[in-house]
């Protein structure tokens, strides 16, 4: 994929929907923080049920951090690694509240020194909550790209790198949240839903499918 079809690629999807957002439910930076550490390894889904429990009883570092490790179990045990979890979040409440005055920083050397926070993590609230120019790369991030043609790479990381260089700046501040969701719910793992795709006449993964089609028809 040339520079001019990412430009094509990043219109189309900003055209079908022009404020992509997580699916997260947050009402607060700090609510979005716990979120997005709960939800390695879990669904979205999974979590909002979990959160939409949590949050109405406890919603900030002192509040969660009163509950105790074992209380925050009770609210999010339907989460895998709920109990590596719960400690990672007690462990962060704890640090907001002695390092940072109970906010979260608007730092990535920051974010990623809380427990149960990577890069990855960093990036999504950097991205959402504070608006700056960085891509989180998730399974479905790599997936895509590196099957579109978007930007091809062996590691999450390199795929990060790469798309930070080749997606156009007007588009970057919702790149993130264009390509989660596209592949989310379209260019899906095991069976990409392509005739539903407004931006297959730009993958190589469609166009090579296309090919093999005509091959051997």
């Given at each position: 994929?040339?520079?001019?079809?990412?430009?094509?690629?990043?219109?189309?999807?900003?055209?079908?929907?022009?404020?992509?957002?997580?699916?997260?439910?947050?009402?607060?930076?700090?609510?979005?923080?716990?979120?997005?550490?709960?939800?390695?390894?879990?669904?979205?889904?999974?979590?909002?049920?979990?959160?939409?429990?949590?949050?109405?009883?406890?919603?900030?570092?002192?509040?969660?951090?009163?509950?105790?490790?074992?209380?925050?179990?009770?609210?999010?045990?339907?989460?895998?690694?709920?109990?590596?979890?719960?400690?990672?979040?007690?462990?962060?409440?704890?640090?907001?509240?002695?390092?940072?005055?109970?906010?979260?920083?608007?730092?990535?050397?920051?974010?990623?020194?809380?427990?149960g926070v990577g890069r990855k993590t960093a990036n999504v609230i950097l991205n959402t909550v504070f608006k700056q120019p960085v891509m989180a790369v998730d399974t479905h991030i790599f997936r895509l790209s590196?099957?579109?043609?978007?930007?091809?790479?062996?590691?999450?990381?390199?795929?990060?790198?790469?798309?930070?260089?080749?997606?156009?700046?007007?588009?970057?501040?919702?790149?993130?949240?264009?390509?989660?969701?596209?592949?989310?719910?379209?260019?899906?793992?095991?069976?990409?839903?392509?005739?539903?795709?407004?931006?297959?006449?730009?993958?190589?993964?469609?166009?090579?499918?296309?090919?093999?089609?005509?091959?051997?028809?």
């Open positions: 994929m040339n520079q001019a079809q990412r430009r094509e690629f990043f219109a189309t999807l900003q055209a079908h929907n022009p404020a992509p957002t997580t699916e997260l439910k947050y009402s607060s930076p700090f609510e979005l923080l716990v979120a997005v550490i709960l939800s390695a390894q879990a669904t979205d889904v999974g979590v909002n049920k979990a959160t939409d429990k949590l949050y109405p009883v406890a919603n900030t570092p002192q509040a969660i951090l009163d509950l105790g490790v074992d209380g925050l179990k009770h609210y999010i045990k339907t989460i895998g690694l709920f109990n590596s979890k719960a400690e990672n979040v007690i462990k962060t409440c704890r640090i907001l509240l002695e390092q940072h005055g109970g906010e979260v920083p608007e730092d990535r050397a920051a974010l990623e020194a809380l427990p590196n099957r579109t043609g978007l930007a091809k790479g062996k590691t999450v990381r390199a795929v990060e790198d790469k798309l930070m260089k080749v997606v156009p700046k007007e588009f970057m501040l919702d790149a993130h949240h264009w390509l989660i969701l596209h592949g989310r719910y379209v260019c899906t793992a095991r069976k990409p839903k392509c005739d539903e795709c407004c931006v297959s006449h730009l993958c190589d993964y469609f166009r090579d499918h296309q090919r093999r089609a005509a091959r051997s028809a």
